[in-house]
């Protein structure tokens, strides 16, 4: 398990575009006879499609989802030509169906033999925007199995264009992972992954405070339960850290910042936009228990995120991890932008 993070603050564009270079090392290492699936909101990056036309023309089996409103860029002309449009053939090129946002980005990769697959998940799109002027994040992980197929099969309804999110709303429990991809039948905080996550905690143990991070683009007004949930535990104890993108914060902002028991010193990202969908904790659980987990993903604090609403609907999904190098990692990145990258808003 590897997370990967750009820095758009950096003066160096190998560590602005590290979430997009990883993503296309993992590409140019598989050989002839894989295959690629690749998921992609918005891809102008220079040079992504042509590692693509490479992998297609050494045997690599590619296969590309792409979102509906982005599907006319004449960046990816070449690609429609290379890969074709037939669903039957050995590799394709895909525009999302269903009146569904494709708002996933991930890449998986089969290694045959003794090899092991590889799922890559992102919080970016392929752009350079996203890269210099975003902070994205990236999770990789290799030989899990169970996480691929999970994927390669939410990656195969959405290519044959299905909106039922009954279908679309799937969840499991792999060796390193929960993951969830959405939308949901329903939403509302009895069905938010982030508000159960939230829902499980005990805010002090032995004089110490269980620590929750948030580092999230999005915090829209159809979910605002999340800003009360996390006043309650602020005011019980818990040390809350929140940085965010602020002009796509709707009223959070102020709920959360507003005088009296749980108010939140929450942050606004200075010099580059926020992207990424981080939320961490570490302390311990509702029963008392040590707890140390990360989510990550495409799944940004949203309404069209979780659920349908009158806005439309997305594809996405999040996932949840306890590896502690991984969570140390998520955690650490919120407290450097939150350091170095920050002002308290007024």
């Given at each position: 398990m590897r997370a990967v993070f750009g820095d758009p603050w950096s003066s160096k564009r190998h560590r602005q575009d590290a979430v997009i270079e990883s993503a296309m090392e993992i590409i140019d290492a598989t050989p002839a006879g894989e295959t690629l699936l690749v998921s992609i909101f918005n891809m102008t990056y220079p040079g992504f499609d042509d590692t693509l036309i490479r992998a297609h023309r050494r045997g690599v089996h590619v296969k590309v989802l792409v979102n509906r409103e982005k599907s006319g860029r004449k960046r990816y002309d070449a690609l429609k030509r290379e890969l074709g449009f037939d669903t039957g053939a050995?590799?394709?090129?895909?525009?999302?169906?269903?009146?569904?946002?494709?708002?996933?980005?991930?890449?998986?990769?089969?290694?045959?033999?003794?090899?092991?697959?590889?799922?890559?998940?992102?919080?970016?799109?392929?752009?350079?925007?996203?890269?210099?002027?975003?902070?994205?994040?990236?999770?990789?992980?290799?030989?899990?199995?169970?996480?691929?197929?999970?994927?390669?099969?939410q990656f195969a309804l959405m290519a044959r264009g299905v909106k039922d999110a009954a279908k679309l709303a799937r969840s499991a429990t792999t060796p390193t992972a929960v993951v969830q991809t959405y939308p949901l039948p329903e939403g509302g905080a009895a069905n938010d992954p982030v508000y159960a996550l939230l829902d499980d905690i005990t805010c002090v143990v032995a004089g110490k405070p269980t620590v929750i991070r948030m580092a999230q683009l999005f915090f829209t007004d159809e979910r605002l339960y999340l800003a009360d949930k996390l006043r309650e535990l602020?005011?019980?104890?818990?040390?809350?850290?929140?940085?965010?993108?602020?002009?796509q914060w709707d009223r959070a902002k102020s709920v959360l910042t507003e005088p009296g028991a749980g108010r939140i010193d929450v942050r606004s990202t200075q010099g580059a936009a926020l992207h990424t969908k981080i939320t961490t904790i570490q302390g311990w659980d509702a029963a008392g228990d040590p707890l140390e987990i990360a989510m990550a993903g495409s799944h940004n604090l949203s309404g069209r995120a979780l659920t349908r609403i009158p806005e439309g609907v997305n594809d996405e999904f999040s996932i949840v991890v306890a590896d502690p190098d991984t969570v140390r990692a998520y955690s650490d990145f919120v407290d450097l932008v939150i350091e170095k990258h920050s002002k308290p808003i007024s």
């Open positions: 050995e590799s394709w090129f895909v525009v999302r169906g269903g009146k569904v946002r494709m708002h996933s980005k991930f890449v998986l990769a089969t290694r045959s033999g003794d090899r092991e697959d590889v799922v890559w998940m992102s919080s970016g799109n392929m752009t350079i925007a996203s890269g210099r002027h975003q902070a994205n994040e990236a999770l990789e992980i290799t030989g899990d199995a169970e996480l691929h197929a999970f994927f390669a099969e602020k005011a019980a104890g818990c040390d809350v850290r929140l940085v965010g993108h602020m002009s």
